[in-house]
């Protein structure tokens, strides 16, 4: 059974920083894809950065140059460094994983999700 289990949100003010950890456990190796989402009040749960089976990353346009996703292999856990942070980017994060994904920011492509945790960015 894959679990992902995110730690790491809360409030932070404008041009701060927060990193989010998403430990994942139930895989065999290290080999799958792994993202993070959010989604803020009102508003559709969006693909905001994801690491696919060969490593290679992807952002949305939104956070691109101010987030950095990675993932440590040996710990099984993935990260999201949130740098130089915006009201906008006020949400509920989470993080997904599969096994394999053709599209690494589409949201109906993975299977596990984590319970999410909340990001506030006052101004």
């Known amino acids: 059974q894959v679990q992902l289990v995110e730690s790491g949100g809360g409030s932070v003010q404008a041009g701060g920083s927060l990193r989010l950890s998403c430990a994942v456990s139930?895989?065999?190796?290290?080999?799958?894809?792994v993202a993070w989402f959010r989604q803020a009040p009102g508003k559709e749960r969006e693909g905001v950065a994801a690491?696919?089976?060969?490593?290679?990353?992807s952002y949305a346009d939104s956070v691109k140059g101010r987030f950095t996703i990675s993932k440590d292999n040996a710990k099984n856990t993935l990260y999201l460094q949130m740098n130089s942070l915006k009201p906008e980017d006020t949400a509920m994060y989470y993080c997904?994983?599969?096994?394999?994904?053709?599209?690494?920011?589409?949201?109906?492509?993975?299977?596990?999700w984590s319970q999410g945790t909340q990001v506030t960015v006052s101004s």
């Open positions: 997904a994983a599969d096994l394999w994904v053709e599209y690494p920011l589409g949201i109906d492509e993975y299977m596990y």
């Open positions: 690491i696919d089976r060969g490593g290679s990353t």
């Open positions: 139930g895989y065999t190796d290290s080999r799958y894809c």
